[in-house]
């Protein structure tokens, strides 16, 4: 291909064919050939007579230039013209592809897919072995293989949740094979460390061609709760003009849906990278936000998990004995209070009415007989913690020989003198805590001194009990789990009068191991010395929460480090009560956009695509001939009258566009959708979109005939100011860009219809880079098109929606496109799981929205023979996920007919205990 300017041309030699136009103009120029002037006398008896067929004695100059433009448009649309072509130098012998595979790279992922496809079939041409490999995910070798094969690994080629270090490009390096080869680099399009020299190696083997798209990359830092308030740090890689963005938290309403609860716009100054959002949120609003996320951007790195560091744990507080006036520091409470104040919400009252507030704790200082303590025993065994500190009240109580279950070891009975309390002549120091201690890798200060404490009994389940003793071995702090909570015992008072514990900082730390105050500061080292963390939930590279499975544990320090790697996913992490979040974008973390050295060309810098331009140079060469016949008549004097007329209006016919009829539904064609099954698709305007809804609905419709009982109609396209909607079996709406919005008469058809059952099924056919959000132009259209319609609460396809089993068994619900969720509206509160079935008891009702990206109707899209219109995928793999958008649609349709009645196998057993009755 040759490339001039903004145009390539793939038949460049027929370029030549414009060497001829100056010889073409001289032709023209002599013909007509000019008049030879002879005087006649008798020419004198021709005068007045008119001559209505005459020729000029030359071809005007303007003419001459319409027909030279002519040809020139004709020999450059034969020349294959292409606009902005995607430089491409041809190459041989081996040929790399190498992506960072980072998150960052997520974000336009489908785009980097379609580059790499792009390389492989043209490497497959060309007989190029080629290699396929990710910086990120690392490799074990790098072993060149057929383009081909390689190309049926490419729908498995992924992101992953964490960024290259500089340990992993120097792997890399080490991995190069002997020998040349060229190098095709996806960049994510952020600098780091390690790439230079990597960099460097390739370009010692051969070429190197770097692909970077120029959407900018942000990221969203971890969330950091001061003064009532929680903020987080934006980033973005290029440091340029204004940006605007948006951060929305998002968390389980009471009914257990996840739904948006905050929404703050962000501005990025101009030359600024970063930028802060500031929530000031009520307490019971921020305990319920599990994560951040930027509106838009589907990247691991712009979400930030949340966990203890925001939720403030409400603590109830019941002192067993009335504070002494103006005695505060002697009060059991004041230290505690002192200690959860910054970092939890404090209540005091008496026991029955903090258990009917029901707390994440209750704390009992010095309580020896308790009020309620049934009452107590349940919210305890509902997963409460318990925590009780001694004192004089505990040291005289008879405990007796039975065991107290709201106590996790049985107490010395008694007075001091047998050891209900033990007093020591010198103060006892605390030993070091052992590992599988809640405490474990704490320091134990040496100023700490145990002056008096409550004796356990001795037994045999004493030590297994006992998380912190002194150093002579006795116990200090005790736990016992009861039911779905744990009693936890400190056998020290909670203020100074035993210890020196609650003067210190250990008092603090130990409360927050113990899950009862939320540490608002991050995890440091020495904080999770020793302890042992297990994955609840990672992120994926696009951003999604994904159970973690049979993860391994990891060590505390190891988590403390905050680089997710292979072995450290980006999740939720879990330690007994207490969650530790760890982000993909780090607290220290600064974004600076990828540079590359002179003499490597980078491509994908340029919004702008490839678009042949052939059929717009052909029109435009036709179009000026014809205008050439009709000059040329005009100057003959052969267009005039009613020639001209029909002239104006052949040309117009020619040039100007056709408008699509949008006539109304006929009374036939209303009868024929009521009576029968009709897939209808919305018209959008776009013809390309139009033509692809309506051969996705044909297509699919025939496999509805072949595969179920139903007899589908002809699908129609309907317009949705005019037509009769509340005949119509499903609407498939495909979202533009440029879509007109409907009429509010418009919206109050669509608000009937979805009242009176029927479904739209949305299709941004953008993979669902939007995410409902606002990053192509898709999803903002999606977003204005929905706001007049009355949509109830949405939620991605749980794993028992009617949809997974209407007519075939489902997990994904691709089209086109593969991986994004799909919404649907959200199961009610009250739905439950009946006994023994494996979904949950729902009502007949259908959802009314369907909302995704997969380009649904362009993977049922078939031709007028039957067959597939559009690829997807690649090879037999591609194959099986068209199947699978089919099933998708016959569940679709299934749905929409018979509702929820596969739910209804939850009365299978009363039916079965009725019958044999």
Known sequence: MMILGPLGFANPLLLLGLVALPVLWILLRVVPPAPIRRRFPGVALLLGLKDEDHETDRTPWWLLLLRMIAIAALILGFAGPVLNPEPREPGSGPVLILADGSWAEARDWPRRQDRIAQMLTDAARAGRPAALVSVAGGADAITFTGAGSVAETLPGFAPVPWEPDAAAHAALSALLPEGGFDTLWLSDGLARQGRDDLLSALRSHGRVTVFETARDVFGLKPAVYSDGKVSLGLVRAHAGGEAAVEVVGLGLDPAGTERELARLPVLFEPGSAAAEAVFDLPAELRNRIGRFEILGQKTAGAVALTDDAIRRREVAIVEGATSREGLELLSPGHYLRQALAPTADVIDGTLEDTILADPDVIILTDVAKIAAPDALRDWVEKGGLLVRFAGPHMAAQDWGAGYDPLLPV????????????????????????????????????????????????????????????????????????????????????????????????????????????????????????????????????????????????????????????????????????????????????????????????????????????????????????????????????????????????????????????????????????????????????????????????????????????????????????????????????????????????????????????????????????????????????????????????????????????????????????????????????????????????????????????????????????????????????????????????????????????????????????RLGQ
Do not use: C
């Not at 474990?440 to 003793?469: F, H, N, S, Y």
């Not at 040309?651 to 100007?656: C, D, E, M, T």
């Not at 749980?798 to 619900?813: I, K, N, S, W």
């Open 410 to 913: 049985r107490l010395r009975s008694g007075g001091r003198s047998v050891g209900g309390a033990l007093s020591w002549g010198e103060p006892k120091t605390l030993a070091p805590f052992e590992e599988g201690s809640p405490f474990a890798g704490l320091t134990v200060p040496d100023e700490v001194r145990v002056t008096t404490q409550v004796m356990a009994e001795p037994g045999p389940d004493l030590a297994a009990r006992t998380i912190a003793a002194l150093a002579d071995g006795t116990p200090l702090v005790t736990r016992s789990d009861l039911g779905g909570g744990a009693v936890v015992l400190f056998h020290v008072t909670a203020n100074a009068e035993w210890s020196g514990l609650p003067l210190s900082g250990l008092f603090v730390q130990m409360l927050e191991r113990l899950a009862v105050a939320s540490g608002q500061i991050a995890a440091e080292r020495e904080d999770l010395t020793g302890t042992v963390w297990t994955a609840e939930r990672v992120l994926d590279a696009f951003g999604a929460l994904q159970d973690a499975g049979d993860l391994p544990g990891i060590a505390g320090e190891r988590l403390a480090a905050g680089q997710p790697a292979a072995d450290l996913r980006p999740g939720i992490y879990a330690s007994g009560d207490r969650t530790l979040a760890l982000n993909a974008v780090g607290t220290d973390r600064v974004f600076a956009p990828a540079l590359w050295p002179e003499g490597v060309p980078v491509e994908g810098l340029a919004d702008a695509v490839e678009r042949p331009m052939t059929g717009w140079f052909l029109a435009a060469g036709l179009a000026l001939l014809l205008a050439d016949v009709l000059a040329a008549l005009a100057l003959s004097g052969r267009l005039t009258g009613a020639r001209a007329g029909l002239a104006a209006i052949l040309l117009a016919a020619v040039l100007l566009p056709i408008p699509q009829a949008r006539a109304e539904m006929t009374e036939d064609e209303v009868i024929r959708a009521a009576g029968h099954v009709v897939l209808a698709y919305v018209r959008t305007g776009d013809a390309e979109v139009d033509r692809v809804s309506e051969a996705g609905l044909r297509g699919l419709s025939d496999v509805i005939f072949y595969r179920t009982a139903v007899e589908p109609d002809v699908p129609m396209g309907v317009d949705l100011e005019a037509d009769e909607l509340s005949v119509l079996t499903l609407l498939y709406w495909p979202v533009t860009a440029t879509g007109a919005m409907p009429s509010p008469a418009a919206y109050l058809r669509l608000n009937r219809y979805l009242r009176s059952g029927g479904m739209i099924l949305f299709d941004t056919r953008d993979a669902d880079i939007a995410g409902f959000g606002n990053a192509t132009p898709e999803g903002r259209r999606l977003q204005a098109l929905a706001a007049p319609l009355e949509i109830p609460p949405l939620e991605p396809v749980p794993a028992d929606h009617v949809l997974t089993r209407a007519f075939y068994l489902l997990q994904d619900f691709p089209g086109r496109f593969s991986g994004p969720p799909v919404w649907v509206e959200a199961a009610p509160p009250d739905a439950e799981q009946a006994e023994g079935m494996p979904f949950r008891n729902l009502n007949d009702g259908v959802t009314p929205v369907i909302i995704g990206g997969n380009d649904w109707a362009a993977a049922w899209a078939v031709d007028d023979s039957g067959w597939p219109m559009y690829p997807v995928g690649r090879g037999l793999s591609g194959e099986r996920q068209r199947e699978i958008a089919y099933r998708f649609g016959v569940n679709v349709v299934m749905h929409v007919l018979t509702g929820n009645y596969k739910s209804d196998q939850v009365h299978v057993p009363a039916l079965l205990e």
